[in-house]
């Protein structure tokens, strides 16, 4: 199996950038894999930024491979696209400032990342499986790959280095690839995985400006359950705004870099994870 470990898409996630160069410093070796390592971003890597032009994780639409741009992601984009030309997996390193644990992200319905995922749950139930289906936002980087998993660590400030969250991911690695090298992804039954249901901004002016924050009590408290009548924001005065919908699972809690998508948090639900294989 061909398979890529990928860091820096956003270049101010250091844990996949420092971790993808330690892992090819000590040349791993498996019988049964071949493994690249991919820095992604480098110019956003060297500025310490998430991105130089637009968000090289949703710059891999098909069309937008074809076209001559000025764009340095979209032109990043192209190159990554020859580079994963006949892998078989993707995984793909992120950092993330939500209170997200290690979570595993799978975009894609293909059985092996799915079985992947049950497997590492059954080995560490504190991991979380979270399903982003669709490409709203673009086509993400493992839209180029049949087989991917996406693990998002946090929470982790931008450009900060986080000892503890570096090794728990080292460990998922290390056990991904023995699972893979081995041929031991059969899935697992009992496993439960978030879907993602709906995105929610910040309450804003009529000019866009934001006219509050993540209330404090929902801080912090992804994939806790958010019920009818919690705390959901708070505007500059003190006043609350109330949740209003369904019992949902929030991820993604005032993520930095999604200020600029206008997303506070993502709702989701939670399901057997065997109901998707």
């Known amino acids: 199996m061909r398979l890529v470990i990928s860091g820096g898409v956003h270049g101010n996630e250091l844990l996949g950038i420092y971790l993808v160069r330690s892992l090819k410093e000590e040349g791993l070796s498996f019988p049964n894999l071949s493994i690249d390592y991919l820095l992604a971003n480098p110019k956003a890597i060297d500025l310490c930024r998430r991105y130089v032009d637009r968000d090289l994780n949703r710059s891999f639409d098909r069309e937008m491979l074809e076209v001559d741009t000025p764009i340095y992601e979209y032109e990043r984009a192209k190159v990554i696209a020859e580079r994963l030309a006949g892998i078989d ?12 644990g290690v979570t595993l992200v799978v975009s894609s319905g ?7 995922a049950a497997e590492l749950v059954g080995w560490d139930s504190s991991i979380k499986v979270l399903r982003w289906l669709g490409s709203q936002e673009g086509a993400f980087i493992n839209s180029l790959v049949p087989h991917s998993l996406t693990i998002e660590v946090g929470p982790v400030p931008q450009g900060v280095l986080h000892a503890d969250l570096f090794f728990k991911t080292r460990r998922v690695v290390l056990k991904a690839l023995q699972l893979l090298d081995r041929g031991e992804v059969e899935g697992r039954r009992g496993i439960s995985c978030y879907n ?62 999604y200020y600029e998508k206008g997303i506070a948090l993502f709702l989701t639900e939670r399901v ?5 294989l």
């Open 89 to 100: 997996f993707l995984i793909d390193l992120h950092t993330t400032t939500a209170n997200m």
């Open 110 to 116: 293909d059985r092996l990342s799915l079985n992947m």
């Open 196 to 257: 993602i249901t709906q995105k929610i901004d910040f309450p804003r002016k009529e000019g866009g400006e934001l006219a509050g924050m993540v209330h404090p009590e929902l801080q912090g408290r992804d994939y806790g359950i958010l019920r009818p009548g919690d705390p959901l924001f708070i505007d500059f005065r003190g006043e609350v705004v109330e949740y209003g919908g369904e019992p949902a699972f929030p991820v993604f809690i005032n993520e930095a870099a």
């Open 272 to 276: 057997p994870l065997g109901e998707n």
